[in-house]
């Protein structure tokens, strides 16, 4: 878990990073989720999805 103060930008290659980070410690890594108490851009949430599926972790 990570969590990023409400001032700090969600940087869609950071996070993308941090998909990738997650699934180097873990190889059996059955899901990754971003949970935002603020708007997060569409593009984002796409490029996330796409991550994911590419992957293969929901």
Do not use: C
Not at 7 to 15: A, Y
Not at 20 to 32: M, V
């Amino acid at each position: 878990m990570k969590r990023y103060s409400d001032t700090t930008s969600l940087s869609n290659r950071e996070l993308l990073g941090e998909v990738d980070h997650a699934i180097t410690r873990d190889k059996a890594l059955e899901g990754w989720f971003l949970v935002a108490t603020r708007e997060v851009t569409e593009q984002l949430e796409l490029e996330l999805q796409d991550k994911s599926e590419k992957e293969g972790i929901p």
